[in-house]
Structure formats: C-alpha cells, structure tokens
C-alpha cells in the first residue's frame, strides 16, 4: 500500500474507534452535550475546539463566507483534513457532503469530515461512503466531547 492509503486507512480506522465508544455512551444512557443552541460560526470553533482536544494540529477556522466548503483545516498527524461543521435544526443531508468533498479537493487535502449537532439522511450517509467522506454526528461529538471535559 502506498503511505497515502496507509494515513486515510488510520484515519479511518480513529473514526470507527469513535464510533464504537459513541455507542458505549449511548448504552450507559449519557446525556448529550447542548450543542443546539450555538450560533453557526460558534458552532464551529466549538468542533475546532473538540479536533484539538482529540489530537488534531495545526486547527484552522476558516472565514465564514466563501470558505469553498471547508470550515476548518486541520492535521491528524501527517494527513491533512477538512472539516464541514452543520449546525442544523433537522438532518443533515446530501449538499453538506458534496461541499465538504469539494472543499476537500479545493484545499488540497486527503480527508473530509462532516461534524454535526444531529443526524445525517440515508442518502447522505451513501454518497459519503461513496466518496469516503467521515460523518460525525451528534453521538460522535458527544463522544469527542469527553476530551473537553477531562
């Protein structure tokens, strides 16, 4: 495999770490962190916040408007990402992932992240799989969350 495959596979391979432990909280009945009331671009320095509280570096927020649909830049590690943040009263659906794909390829980075306060449609969630874009959502923040708390 080349590097490249082998920094998307670990990357991959966290967001499935943080699934798992996203499902253990669920199980223990933990209470959700209110994310609802935040205010778009506060929403994203709070997602800024929880990626450097979880190991990433170099954590950019971008402007808020013509950002080309990354709202944060940032590093795991040696691979470089892109972050959509959605701060929406429903889920989070198709556009989130295709502007966070687009943003990725924009800024020259190797993985897309969509970080939500709710949930994300079914269509989301296969065109994501499709183009390997991550979709971290409420239980995935409430997880990541943890790391601002300890």
Same mark, same amino acid.
């Given at each position: 495999m080349r590097t490249v495959d082998l920094r998307i596979l670990a990357v991959l391979l966290a967001a499935g770490a943080v699934l798992f432990f996203v499902i253990l909280r669920y199980l223990r009945g933990e209470k959700p962190v209110d994310m609802?009331?935040?205010? $778009?671009?506060?929403?994203? *320095?709070?997602? #800024? %916040?929880?990626?450097r509280a979880n190991g990433y570096t170099h954590v950019e927020v &971008? =402007? $808020?408007s013509g950002d080309f649909g990354a709202d944060i830049l940032c590093m795991q590690g040696d691979v470089t990402v892109a972050v959509q943040c959605k701060c929406w009263d429903g889920p989070v659906g198709v556009s989130a992932v295709q502007e966070i794909y687009a943003g990725k390829d924009? *800024? $020259?980075?190797?993985? #897309? /992240?969509?970080? &939500?306060?709710? *949930?994300? &449609? @079914?269509? @989301? =969630?296969? /065109? @994501?799989s499709r183009l390997n874009v991550i979709l971290? %959502? =409420?239980? @995935?923040l409430e997880q990541l969350s943890a790391s601002l708390e300890a």
């Open positions: 609802d009331e935040m205010e $778009g671009h506060d929403f994203e *320095y709070y997602c #800024a %916040d929880l990626l &971008t =402007r $808020g924009y *800024y $020259g980075r190797m993985v #897309a /992240i969509v970080m &939500t306060n709710q *949930y994300f &449609t @079914a269509p @989301a =969630r296969e /065109i @994501a971290w %959502d =409420r239980d @995935a």
